[in-house]
């Protein structure tokens, strides 16, 4: 029977190589792509503007990102090109780039490779960013004051995250490594795209208002700048501001904190600090804090024992002190009655004189 179907898969992949056309290779459809690209006349010399992102360098070139707010062009920019340029390329400026598309055949990875680069000013992704930034901070919601330290030991820790992603699983297994008893409620939420905002801040109203959720993570995994920007809307902010429930913000990977990682009681680096901060580790509990309270019971044992010593030798003395004043108030009668008995002698003898 398996050599049957051995014979029948072999035929299968013959025919399909014989009939319906060529079956390629990775490389060779990527060649195709690369070459389709280059053929193409409008592809070459394009002008593109959009703010720069995620800029990185090595030695050879400048690797960013150009972003409208809502699709990204990774671009790759030579470095003696750049260096003929006479500008300082950084994240959040607006340009625009000349060049032409390409294809790394390789990498299978399109790319804008821009021969001149003109700096158009401040991006408006980035200005309205600071904008809102501004906005809050007189509001006070970045204050320390309004923040809580979540619970110890909570019961149940409700996720807001996408169900796709793997940062749900990151929060689940560091929490359940340092707890297994802990109930999680995992709602789910667009993390990127024009819809994030208001599914993130609707899942996080909607676990604010059970009363048995004891903590709040919401976040995702790592991204871009634009990946993450629904974490730097007001409707998010809000969310959390507004939330009784202490929140702990877990947008991964991040080098620049974000709006909602700022107003949230917490702010995690990762999706598993986040999950490792809402929860405190019972075998650290037992190892560490039982332990430091075992000390001070003997300690204050001891203290006791000590004290109750002191007692006893006060005691001691108090009864010593009382025998001693004992024997010195029959010393002191006996000294009166003789001198009574003196002074009666005498009076005698005066008046018989």
Not at 43 to 57: A, D, K, Y
Not at 165 to 185: C, F, K, M
Not at 206 to 218: A, K, M, P, W
Not at 249 to 260: L, M, P, R
């Amino acid at each position: 029977m398996d050599s049957g179907r051995r014979e029948t898969t072999d035929a299968n992949t013959e025919s399909i190589a014989s009939g319906g056309g060529d079956v390629l290779t990775v490389r060779q459809l990527n060649e195709r792509i690369a070459y389709s690209i280059e053929s193409t006349d409008t592809l070459h010399g394009v002008q593109c503007i959009g703010e720069v992102t995620n800029l990185s360098q090595s030695r050879s070139a400048l690797y960013f990102s150009l972003t409208d707010g809502d699709c990204e062009l990774p671009c790759m920019l030579w470095r003696n090109r750049y260096q003929n340029m006479n500008i300082d390329l950084d994240d959040d400026m607006q340009v625009i780039l000349e060049g032409n598309i390409d294809f790394w055949v390789d990498g299978g990875r399109i790319s804008l490779k821009p021969w001149q680069v003109t700096v158009v000013g401040e991006g408006e992704q980035a200005a309205a960013l600071e904008r809102l930034h501004a906005e809050l901070d007189d509001r006070g919601w970045f204050d320390e004051q309004h923040k809580t330290d979540p619970p110890r030991f909570p019961d149940r820790i409700g996720i807001v995250t996408s169900l796709n992603g793997d940062a749900r699983y990151d929060i689940q297994n560091a929490i359940h490594s340092r707890n297994s008893t802990v109930d999680l409620v995992v709602k789910h939420a667009a993390v990127q795209g024009d819809h994030a905002p208001t599914s993130l801040a609707n899942s996080i109203h909607f676990l604010d208002r059970n009363d048995e959720v004891d903590t709040i993570i919401v976040g995702r995994g790592g991204g871009s700048d634009s990946d993450l920007m629904a974490f730097n809307t007001e409707s998010v902010a809000e969310a959390i501001f507004t939330a009784r429930t202490p929140v702990v913000a877990a947008v991964g990977h991040t080098e620049d904190q974000t709006i909602a990682g700022r107003i949230a009681d917490v702010d995690a680096i990762t999706p598993t600090e986040a999950g490792e901060y809402a929860v405190t580790s019972l075998e650290q509990f037992r190892t560490s804090e039982l332990k430091a309270l075992e000390e001070n019971l003997d300690a204050a044992y001891e203290a006791l024992e000590r004290e109750h010593e002191h007692e006893q030798e006060l005691s001691t003395a108090v009864e010593e002190a009382q025998a001693h004043d004992g024997v010195q108030t029959i010393y002191y009668k006996v000294a009166i009655a003789g001198l009574l008995i003196l002074l009666g002698i005498v009076v005698f003898l005066w008046l018989v004189v």
